[in-house]
Nanobody, 127 residues
Framework: QVQLVESGGGLVQAGGSLRLSCVAS????????MGWFRQAPGKEREFVAA????????VTGDCMKGRSTASRDNAKNTMYLQMNSLKPEDTAVYYC????????????????????WGQGTQVTVSS
């Protein structure tokens, strides 16, 4: 069982930045593929970014391409999402997800590929 705890959300003005963190339990964190998703009220969960367990390569979703950077610190069992140039439409609950697979062969944007989810952290961007 893997437990995920997100933090770092909050209220920020448009154009500002936030860094989200996700701490994972588990002794083999470095091999997990990790992902960030978000969900706004009344909308489906949307893929933001992912980091492979093997090689650490990243995949970024269209919604925040060019404005976000996902990274991980395996020594701290932690994944980060640096978000810049935030817009009001970025307002959502941001979720951390994990799978024990070191990479995903189908699509990193599929929620079904992830086995574990955090409780989410609210990000609100004011105009």
């Amino acid at each position: 069982q893997v437990q995920l705890v997100e933090s770092g959300g909050g209220l920020v003005q448009a154009g500002g930045s936030l860094r989200l963190s996700c701490v994972a339990s588990g002794r083999t964190f470095r091999s997990y593929t990790m992902g960030w998703f978000r969900q706004a009220p009344g909308k489906e969960r949307e893929f933001v970014a992912a980091i492979r367990g093997i090689g650490g390569g990243t995949v970024t979703g269209d919604c925040m391409k060019g404005r976000s950077t996902a990274s991980r610190d395996n020594a701290k069992n932690t994944m980060y999402l640096q978000m810049n140039s935030l817009k009001p439409e970025d307002t959502a609950v941001y979720y951390c997800a994990a799978t024990v697979k070191p990479y995903i062969s189908t699509s990193y944007s599929l929620t079904a590929e992830y086995d574990y989810w955090g409780q989410g952290t609210q990000v609100t961007v004011s105009s």
